[in-house]
């Protein structure tokens, strides 16, 4: 039954992005709901960003200090160990975790609440394409300004592990700064930031398709965001696995 039920979401999913992925009526206005939701999707997400990166990245440079301290181990692992951590996963992987459920709670709610109050309904009677019309710009515009996201996460995630050579005795300023620039592979930055537009594009239209398809109330509209948030997660760790084989074999 589970694995029928997932089936049959998983076609309406593909026939709602066929709606979706349809070429604008009008181009002027598309373009200006793009550029709108980068800003409310992508520009008010940067101070959440920097405050969890900087944050992390001092955890991630105690621990490793405070685990990996041994004379075989050189000096200068703390600060290779936060950049690669930062680069291959963190900025990338967790962080689009922790946007499923900041953007894609957002998403699901108000174009849920669209849906019960039948202003969804309305457009189709116009004739308008709801789907393409409120869909894909949300789409678009996150995933424009994800790798934004991104390198403000990989520049801050290494900035509090630095603050924390700085400020503390934990490890040194020379240390540390020598570690993130030992053994540096560009891929891992360019990796980083092919494997988050995957991700953005499974947070907006999945949060999107759980908004749209919303029957019922408030207490409904509740649910979708939860379950898009459930689902966008889930997505995003299966499909971190399959473009980790892919990119890094």
Same mark, same amino acid.
């Not at 965001?225 to 696995?241: C, E, M, P, Q």
């Given at each position: 039954?589970?694995? &029928?039920?997932?089936? *049959? ?12 992925? &349809?070429?604008? #009526? ?15 999707? %992508? ?13 992390? %990245? ?7 200090? $405070? ?8 000096? !200068? *692992?703390?600060? $290779? ?11 990338? &992987?967790?962080?689009?975790?922790? /946007?499923? %459920? ?18 969804? #309904? ?8 709801? +789907? ?26 290494? $900035?509090? %592990? ?17 570690? /993130?620039?030992? !053994?540096?592979?560009?891929? !891992?930055?360019?990796?980083? /930031?092919?494997? @988050?537009?995957?991700? &953005?594009?499974?947070? @907006?239209?999945?949060?999107?398709? !759980? ?12 649910? +979708?965001?939860?379950? +898009?948030?459930? +689902? ?7 499909? #971190? ?9």
């Amino acid at each position: 039954m589970l694995i &029928s039920d997932s089936i *049959a979401t998983f076609g309406r999913y593909c026939l709602f992005m066929k709606r979706v992925c &349809s070429i604008p #009526d009008k181009w002027k206005q598309f373009f200006q709901r793009t550029v709108f939701e980068m800003s409310k999707l %992508g520009v008010d997400s940067i101070p959440l960003v920097i405050v969890i990166s900087i944050f992390i %990245g001092a955890v991630i440079a105690i621990q490793m200090q $405070l685990n990996i301290n041994s004379p075989l181990i050189p000096a !200068y *692992a703390v600060g $290779l160990s936060t950049r690669d951590i930062a680069l291959l996963e963190f900025s990338n &992987s967790i962080l689009c975790l922790i /946007l499923a %459920g900041k953007v894609g709670s957002n998403i699901a709610s108000e174009i849920g609440t669209m849906r019960v109050t039948e202003q969804i #309904d309305a457009l189709e009677i116009m004739g308008v394409n709801s +789907a393409n019309f409120l869909v894909l710009p949300k789409v678009v515009g996150f995933l424009v300004f994800m790798p934004v996201l991104v390198s403000f996460c990989m520049a801050t995630t290494l $900035l509090g %592990g630095f603050l924390v050579a700085f400020f503390t005795d934990i490890i040194s300023v020379s240390r540390y700064t020598y570690g /993130l620039q030992s !053994y540096f592979v560009e891929w !891992y930055v360019w990796y980083g /930031l092919i494997k @988050s537009l995957f991700f &953005s594009v499974i947070i @907006s239209s999945v949060a999107s398709f !759980y908004g749209y398809f919303v029957k019922g109330g408030a207490l409904e509209v509740g649910k +979708a965001s939860t379950n +898009a948030v459930v +689902a966008s997660s889930i997505l995003i760790l299966l499909l #971190d696995v399959v473009l980790t084989k892919l990119m890094l074999q």
